[in-house]
């Protein structure tokens, strides 16, 4: 099945990021193996440049595959190559033989005359191209120089990738983040029960926080890319009114969570031991009121209650880790006494709860 990744090459002229169809051949459309046209490979040097052509574009040779859409709604961050998918074209290898072979093709390139059977990237380069069983002549003059058949390859490629028929600089277009489109509203990633989980959420401490979802459940998405396209093109009561309503129909709206946003709970649930130093104990107060308002969200009496003065896990936060935080003098040895594991029972019980309420859109 056909898939469409962001790739990274490294050619003499520098380093180039682009996007390439996997599988293309496998597709019932028009669309071909790589961002490009005319017999060219539209390529950027950052993931940001390819990620602005990429959502306000579509004069390219991937417009046309179901996928694009999908791609048009991406975030930003999904623009970067993967390391596995980086090839450095500057020396043979196995890896980047494959690539470069896939390059030739989509460039409606041949090698040139000569013996080349005993070189190892003949056994993967297309044959003459051909349109209903037509040789398509070609309108360019072969070079002459290069001592292997790779050189002749990574120069023909290395003439043929680079910006959009547009030229110049491209046009950094920064996607809004979603504070600005839908004012109150923040993207949120949870780590519980081994699962990342993209939701938003809206904070009111007069009203109570709200959460993407009928209260009782929390609307979640295992990628940002997932949310978005539920918010602004999903069809759920959820989606109704209420604060999400500017998200809808949109396609240029960044859905990454600020850094501070970004809460693991499992990882937070591993801090409670004796080896918990102050900045543990701070990232754990920091994240009470969060736990505290997913549970009363999610109407889980025992979570809310287990934050509770009088039960261990909210007497171990409130008396504790305040201690540990504050600097107090005597909080690491009173910590050396407290009995964790009906604590770290609480939280993991709590945790658990929470992600049993998550309802996943992917």
């Known amino acids: 099945m056909p898939e469409i990744v962001p790739v990274e090459f490294t050619l003499p002229s520098g380093t180039w990021v682009t996007l390439y ?16 046209g005319d017999d060219a490979v539209y390529a950027f ?7 602005s052509y990429a959502i306000s574009d579509d004069k390219h040779d991937l417009a046309d595959s179901p996928l694009w859409p999908d791609v048009r709604r991406w975030s930003r961050a999904n623009f970067t190559p993967a390391p596995d998918e980086r090839y450095d074209l500057r020396a043979p290898d196995d890896r980047g033989q494959e690539m470069l ?9 041949e090698a040139p005359e000569g013996d080349w059977s005993q070189d190892p990237l003949a056994a993967v380069l297309p044959g003459p191209p051909t349109y209903t069983g037509i040789p398509v002549e070609m309108g360019y003059r072969r070079p002459s120089g290069g001592r292997t058949l790779w050189d002749w390859a990574v120069a023909e490629v290395d003439a043929r990738v680079g910006d959009p028929p547009s030229g110049g600089e491209p046009v950094l277009v920064l ?22 989980a ?6 009111d401490d007069e009203k109570g926080w709200q959460f993407l979802g009928e209260r009782g459940l929390v609307i979640a998405s295992a990628s940002a890319a997932g949310l978005m396209a539920f918010v602004c093109h999903g069809e759920d009561e959820a989606l109704e009114g209420g604060p999400w309503t500017p998200l809808r129909g949109r396609d240029d709206v960044d859905f990454e969570p600020f850094e501070d946003n970004i809460v693991d709970l499992d990882e937070l649930g591993s801090l409670l031991g004796p080896g918990l130093d102050r900045a543990g104990a701070a990232a754990l107060l920091d994240a009470r009121p969060l736990v ?8 889980l009496d025992a979570a809310v209650t287990a934050f509770d003065e009088d039960q261990p896990l909210g007497r171990f936060f409130v ?23 009906p604590i770290a029972v609480s939280w993991q019980t709590s945790v658990a709860a929470i992600a049993s309420r998550v309802h996943w859109v992917d």
Do not use: K
């Not at 072979?101 to 390139?109: C, D, P, T």
């Open 45 to 51: 040097a950052t993931a940001e440049e390819l990620s």
């Open 101 to 109: 072979a896939e390059l030739l093709g989509y460039l409606r390139l």
């Open 292 to 299: 505290q308002e997913l549970a009363t969200w999610l109407e």
């Open 319 to 341: 008396r504790d880790l305040l201690d540990l935080v504050s600097g107090s003098g005597n909080a690491s040895s009173r910590l050396r006494e407290v009995d964790f594991d």
């Open 198 to 203: 993209h939701t938003l959420m809206v904070r």
């Open 21 to 36: 169809q996997r599988g293309w051949d496998d597709a019932d459309d028009d669309s071909l193996a790589f961002l490009g």
């Open 175 to 196: 996607a809004p983040p979603i504070e600005e489109v839908a004012p109150g509203a923040e993207c949120l990633w949870l780590g519980l029960e081994g699962a990342g």
